[in-house]
């Protein structure tokens, strides 16, 4: 209920638990709880000096003959003598006619200690709960104080009201060994009273001291049944002994499969390719099963046929000449084929059973007997077979075949992810070559090119080379890298490359203006990109001689290497390049430009091609020089096959873009 009404004076919160906590419920519905006869406490002092004595009122009978709405079961066993004293003590105390303990039980309200009750609730010491003061109090866990019930909405259907005629009320929350509200110590008036702060206190120090009295008993309660459960138990001392050993075997055995679970998760979550998934299975589930042998079959590719893809056993048990096992896969056990077609989990406890269904024998499951099949299945689709046996006949425990399950679909969701990662790789790749076209035959100028996918083929890159003819005649190098390792990346680079190549045709643009143009371009198109580019634009020097010009301008690209013949190998980073493609559309950018001797080789590359993580770009792209150095002089595509082989050996954690010009 809410705070003081009227004219009363403002009530100091009691501490205790907030009013948003729920009322526990005490024990059945008609008690909650036990409260013996004998008293803990005789005699509360109050150590302030009392108010001048007050006559108090009596409450009148009640309007009614509530008899018959006395709750069944009431009677005098509700009635506590020790409890009533308290009650008494709150009336010599406040100086009020009635008072009462007030305890709340699932649908009823006990008065075990009460004085000045009207009858028949003096009595029957029991009321309804849907209409209580007491409950408020409980609810809130704070004192309540309220001159006159009759004029609060909230108060004036009370039974306190209607049924025991009281008029003020004053309650102070009891509380269990949690602290938590269980019912209140409450001061009746037959009149309109303004209760003070110091009898709101008062009333707050009794209720604690009988809520110590209600803990106490509770405690003493709980500890007689302790000491019985223990005398009873006595007798079982061994029998619970050993059933304690053996729940203590089961819960370490279950730790063990929980953390079997985890570390399953765990590494197939870091497999990028579905064989990982399937070779992390199998190295995972056999020491947790105790098994013999553990193996994932997957579905092929191409012909859909479920074929074991990882196992702990080698195919067949004989060995070829030279001492090698059989390359064949290994054949998959009807159980197995019978779990992928029917989505189910198969068992055979041991091998005449699984003979008795079974075509012909399968070597994966030679010298084994029990044996359970799970299926890896994502959305209702079977992506293939976990089999895990034993070397002896056994039954399947529920906990193992849910444990083999859960082990199943954590490997299933595995495959799944591995699988849309290759499909997106490969849509990836397929996107990145369409845009690697054919190098353009020039009278001037040798080209060749090539680009190098990631060593493990996990990333796609947004890598790209370009060169075409310009109908002015010169010529356009460009090589560049979007940033990101997805599908997305080679989808931007695809929109860079066709913009650049339009807007190079269709302009006679420096280098440093195509950039600017094509930041801008893509700035309102919306395209969300951030690319390196160095384009390079190559013309005849205009001196008769052959030579070329060569004018250049880089959005954050690494430096094109040039090698002159009897002059070595140097980079062009003469002028600092600029920023990135998206990252500042309408920024300045810069060009420079230096001439090119017949004979003259120009590399462009990606960083895929020199970046390590155990060293700088600086000191990657002086590794790229010096092994230009070397190779100068080969035809061009031995030149690159030769830098690559040097730089990232059988392949790189990045995509590699390379493009070669040799001035004819």
């Known amino acids: 209920m809410g705070a003081s009404r009227g004219t009363s004076p403002a009530v100091v919160p009691q501490r205790g638990p907030s009013a948003g906590e729920q009322v526990e419920a005490l024990g059945a519905a008609e008690g ?12 509360v002092e ?24 006395a709750p069944a079961g009431g009677g005098a066993g509700g009635r506590d003598g020790a409890l009533d004293r308290h009650a008494r003590l709150v009336c010599s105390v406040l100086g009020v006619p009635a008072a009462v303990v ?3 039980s699932r649908r009823l309200q006990l008065f075990p200690g009460a004085v000045g009750l009207p009858e028949p609730w003096q009595t029957t010491r029991l009321a309804d709960l849907s209409r209580s003061s007491c409950q408020q109090v409980v609810a809130s866990g704070q004192p309540l104080a309220v001159r006159d019930a009759r004029e609060d909405p909230d108060l004036r259907d009370d039974a306190v009201v209607t049924e025991l005629g009281a008029v003020g009320y004053l309650g102070a929350p009891l509380r269990d060994a949690r602290g938590e509200a269980v019912g209140a110590l409450a001061a009746l008036s037959a009149e309109p009273r303004d209760w003070t702060r110091r009898e709101v206190a008062l009333l707050a120090d009794l209720a604690a001291a009988c809520s110590a009295e209600l803990q106490l008993r509770r405690a003493l309660s709980d500890a007689a049944e302790v000491r019985a459960a223990a005398e009873s138990a006595r007798d079982e001392a061994t029998t619970a002994q050993m059933r304690a050993v053996g729940l203590r075997r089961d819960a370490e055995v279950a730790a063990a499969r929980s953390r079997l679970l985890l570390d399953l998760s765990q590494a197939v979550s870091r497999a990028r390719e579905v064989e990982d998934v399937a070779a992390s299975v199998v190295a995972g589930v056999r020491t947790g099963l105790e098994a013999q042998l553990t193996a994932v079959a997957l579905h092929e590719r191409g012909s859909g046929a479920l074929r074991y893809v990882a196992s702990d056993r080698e195919a067949g048990t004989e060995q070829d000449d030279d001492g090698a096992s059989p390359a064949e896969p290994l054949d998959v056990p009807e159980g197995a084929l019978l779990a992928a077609r029917e989505a189910r989990v198969v068992f055979t406890p041991d091998a005449a059973t699984a003979a008795a269904t079974a075509s012909s024998a399968a070597p994966v499951l030679a010298g084994v007997e029990a044996a359970v099949h799970a299926p890896l299945l994502v959305d209702g689709q079977c992506l293939g077979v976990l089999t895990v046996a034993w070397g002896s006949a056994r039954a399947l425990l529920p906990a193992e075949r849910e444990l083999v399950a859960s082990l199943a679909e954590a490997a299933a969701h595995a495959v799944q992810r591995c699988l849309s990662l290759r499909a997106e790789r490969e849509a990836a790749r397929t996107l990145q070559r369409a845009m690697l076209t054919e190098l353009p035959d020039l009278p001037h100028l040798e080209l060749a090119a090539r680009y190098a996918p990631a060593a493990a083929g996990h990333q796609v890159g947004g890598d790209w080379y370009d060169a075409l003819l310009h109908p002015d005649g010169s010529t356009l190098l460009v090589i560049g890298d979007v940033t990101g390792h997805d599908i997305g990346a080679a989808a931007a680079m695809g929109q860079v490359r066709s913009a650049l190549r339009t807007l190079a045709v269709a302009t006679e643009d420096s280098p440093a203006q195509l950039l600017a143009r094509l930041d801008g ?13 160095l384009a390079i634009r190559l013309a005849d020097d205009g001196h008769g001689a052959g030579d070329l010009r060569m004018r250049w301008s880089s959005a954050g690209h690494l430096p094109a290497l040039l090698a002159v013949p009897g002059s070595g190998v140097v980079a062009l980073d003469g002028h600092e390049a600029d920023l990135l493609l998206g990252l500042a559309p309408g920024s300045p950018r810069s060009e420079a430009e230096v001439d090119l001797p017949a004979g003259s080789t120009l590399l462009l590359y990606t960083d895929g091609l020199v970046e390590r993580r155990d060293s700088d770009l600086g000191e990657g792209v002086q590794r790229l020089a010096d092994a230009l150095a070397e190779v100068a002089h080969l035809p061009l595509p031995e030149l690159l096959d030769a830098v690559i082989a040097e730089l990232v050996g059988g392949g790189g954690a990045d995509d590699v873009a390379v493009l070669a010009a040799r001035t004819r």
């Open 102 to 104: 007030s305890l709340v």
């Open 46 to 69: 109050v150590l302030t000096t009392p108010a001048a004595p007050v006559q108090p009122a009596a409450l009148p009978a009640p309007p009614l003959d509530l008899t018959a709405a």
């Open 521 to 533: 371009t893509l700035d309102v198109l919306g395209a969300d990109v951030l690319a390196t580019v």
């Open 32 to 43: 909650a709880l036990v409260l013996p006869e004998t008293p803990l406490v005789e005699r």
